[in-house]
């Protein structure tokens, strides 16, 4: 009866362990995009999961209208 409830916990720590470096991967990944198309995109960054996650957006996608903040407009 212990194995299979092991056998799941062990998955579940290892998945969510994966999720950092897959996480930091993506991050850098935004980060030498964004890089190299400064004029035109922003890096973005937001609370996720596992840490915070970069995203290389649009600045067309910036526009004052568009943008929720998570904190509200006095933070």
Do not use: E
Not at 7 to 23: E, K, R, V, W, Y
Not at 42 to 62: E, P, Q
Request: proline share 5%; with cysteine.
């Amino acid at each position: 009866m212990i194995k299979p409830f092991s056998a799941i916990f062990f998955g579940a720590t290892l998945g969510f362990m994966s999720l950092i470096p897959l996480q930091a991967l993506t991050n850098s990944h935004a980060k030498a995009k964004c890089s190299d198309n400064a004029d035109t995109h922003t890096l973005v960054s937001v609370r996720a999961f596992a840490g915070d996650a970069d995203y290389c957006v649009a600045n067309k996608y910036l526009t004052p209208d568009r943008i929720a903040t998570h904190y509200g407009p006095g933070y």
